[in-house]
């Protein structure tokens, strides 16, 4: 049997929330969200909608908005043959437009 603390956890705080609550229409906090997502690593998504009282459109829609996982590898080997090296400077950028990341290598 799953431990079911995480559980428990999230719809105490989904509880909390909601008693708290001033704006009967207001979104579900992203904290919120992001454990009710997490708790799917565990659960079926029926349990978790159950407990949290949400419906499953709303988990599904929240689950959508997730950066997706890319299938490409993380890294990518290069052989450079000695005879193929550039006599000068030689400089190889590498950018992410998501992540605004970028890499410089010089050789």
Known sequence: MQNQKNLIQATADFEHWRQTL???????????????????????ISH????LRIC???????????PSKSSA???VPLQIEPD???KSDLSLQLSHNIFNFRTRLRF
């Open 22 to 44: 001033i704006n009967k229409h207001a979104s579900i906090p992203d904290e919120l969200r992001c454990l009710a997502l997490k708790l799917l690593e565990e659960y079926p």
């Open 48 to 51: 978790v909608t159950k407990a």
């Open 73 to 75: 590898p993380d890294f």
């Open 84 to 86: 193929l090296l550039p």
């Open 56 to 66: 499953t459109t709303q988990i599904n829609d929240w689950r959508k908005q997730l």
